[in-house]
């Protein structure tokens, strides 16, 4: 069992940054690869971004590459998420994920959810 929860969210304006945070608890973080989902209101929800259990490799969504940043650090069980360039279309409710069986854009490949955290971007 894996708990996750996402911090670091809030509102900023076009242009800004902001990083997400997601702690996960238990022994076992290092076997999961780790995703960030985003959904806007009224939206369905679409991947974001991944990262191997290692770190090695890292992967993203068109409309964020290049702006975002994900990255995890096994021995304090984290995941982040550096956001900069944010425009008004990155809003919504960012969550993270922990997949056992590897790298994903599908949720669906996801065992393990966050609560999420809103990110709002004002232009």
């Known amino acids: 069992q894996v708990q996750l929860v996402e911090s670091g969210g809030g509102l900023v304006q076009a242009g800004g940054s902001l990083r997400l945070s997601c702690a996960a608890s238990?022994?076992?973080?290092?076997?999961?690869?780790m995703g960030w989902f985003r959904q806007a209101p009224g939206k369905e929800r679409e991947f974001v971004a991944a990262?191997?259990?290692?770190?090695?490799?890292?992967y993203y969504a068109d409309s964020v590459k290049g702006r975002f940043t994900i990255s995890r650090v096994n021995a304090k069980n984290t995941v982040y998420l550096q956001m900069n360039s944010l425009k008004p279309e990155d809003t919504a409710f960012y969550y993270c994920a922990a997949s056992i069986v590897g790298s994903s854009w599908y949720s669906d490949r996801y065992d393990y959810w966050g609560q999420g955290t809103q990110v709002t971007v004002s232009s």
């Open positions: 990262i191997t259990r290692s770190g090695g490799s890292t």
């Open positions: 238990g022994r076992t973080f290092s076997s999961y690869a």
